[in-house]
């Protein structure tokens, strides 16, 4: 099984990116797929995740309103979409897929079973 996380890069403030997470060995329709991320000096944190059963997606505060996680079943692709991007959303992001989460572990890291290599995220002010 493999995660490819790509479409990281430099961006100005207000802009916007487009992260993809492609799975390998795995059918992500069977998955809850989130999206975390990791700042320099900070632990690894929750940013949008979205369920196998119905697709529901769940955001953290910070992120509300600017991210939006979608998934391309015939593509077995994840996306990240973020827009007005800030300064402090600077981090390496990752992706990872886990089989039997239920709702309220959608945050936690160590309810996923695989994970993807990350990709940089840098927003310049």
């Known amino acids: 099984v493999q995660l490819q996380a790509s479409g990281g890069g430099l961006v100005q403030a207000g802009g916007s990116l487009r992260l993809s997470c492609a799975a390998s060995g795995l059918t992500f329709r069977g998955y809850t797929v989130g999206w975390f991320r990791q700042a320099p000096g900070k632990e690894r944190e929750f940013v949008a995740g979205?369920?196998?059963?119905?697709?529901?997606?769940h955001y953290p505060d910070s992120v509300k309103g600017r991210f939006t996680i979608s998934r391309d079943n015939a593509k077995n692709t994840v996306y990240l979409q973020m827009n007005s991007l800030k300064p402090e959303d600077t981090a390496v992001y990752y992706c990872a897929a886990g089989r039997d989460l239920i709702l309220s572990s959608i945050s936690y890291q160590n309810r996923y079973d695989y994970w993807g290599q990350g990709t940089q995220v840098t927003v310049s002010s």
């Open positions: 979205i369920r196998r059963n119905g697709g529901s997606t």
